[in-house]
């Protein structure tokens, strides 16, 4: 009887140990979501404000620059990230292993380009240090800016520098002008910088995605649809609440409020509906702008081969997003 009872209370322990590691065993990591200070990126952090993501399953990333989100990616450092449509397509040509699951922000005047004062035009840039970062879509902005002036790269200094070196070194003197873009671009049109070029002027071609790895969406699956939820329940109330957003997103971006809803005047921010279409490619404006930029990164060398870019466009999420 001794010997039966001790057995059974071993079995019972041993069924409780095994219970409880299955317990333990299944809980996911958080999704590991990268950004940077873009003001298109922020209805991501809006939504994390306004408690629409479980931080448990959700978590963003902040980072300086693209160019760290995209080598944090490759080190699977992150599962996701918003990125500029180039960088998604490098990736996409390398790896092989991302998709493109939302449209976060078409650039209408985002993207700028900022001279001294004294420096009049785009063509007053021959000989002039410009700086800009070392990331793909840097090169296609000023190369495009320089193009539509009849003017090459060859015409200018290129001093490179990264996205928090930009307000610094233009007023330090370090450069003559400066690519630029979110909280940088608006400090330095407000210390009186003048604008010489900005996206508006080569309309639908500066593109901010989110996009994600595949082994995310085959382990994470759940938790992206509640990040893809989140942030379109965040654009709605940016647009119904603008001011109480500002100053929830002027938190973060250290700007003022004002600053921030003028900001998001360069920016056209496709809501659900639009991208469904954009995505599902019932709207061929995204493919066919994305076949002109994979032509121009190749010939350019900014991207190792061709690919076909509708084969990185995933419409599963907003396709079946809640607001």
Known sequence: MKFLKYFTLNMIIVALVITLTNCTTHISPPLRIGANLWTGYETLYLARDLGYYDQKLIKLVDYPSGTEEVRAYRNHEIEGA??????????????????????????????????KPEITDIKALKGKRVGVESTALGAFFIDRALEKNQMSIKDIQLVSLELIEHEQAYKQGKVDA????????????????????????????IVDVLAINTEAIANNYDSIQSLINGRFRALDYLA????????????????????????????????????QKLLNKSDPTLVNGMKKLVKIMVENKLMPKTIDPASILDDRFVKNAKL
């Open 82 to 115: 918003g990125l500029s449509i180039d960088q998604a397509l490098v990736l996409a040509a390398t790896q092989e292993n991302i998709k493109i699951i939302t449209i976060m922000d078409i650039s209408n005047g985002g993207d700028v380009i900022l001279g």
């Open 178 to 205: 400066v690519v630029t873009f979110g909280p940088a671009r608006i400090k330095l049109l407000a210390s009186g910088a003048k604008l010489l070029f900005d996206s508006s002027q080569i309309p639908g071609e």
């Open 240 to 275: 119904k609440n603008p001011h109480d957003a500002a100053i929830r997103m002027a938190k973060r971006t250290k700007v003022t409020p004002k600053q921030i809803l003028e900001a998001f005047k360069g920016l056209d921010q496709p809501n659900l509906i639009q991208n």
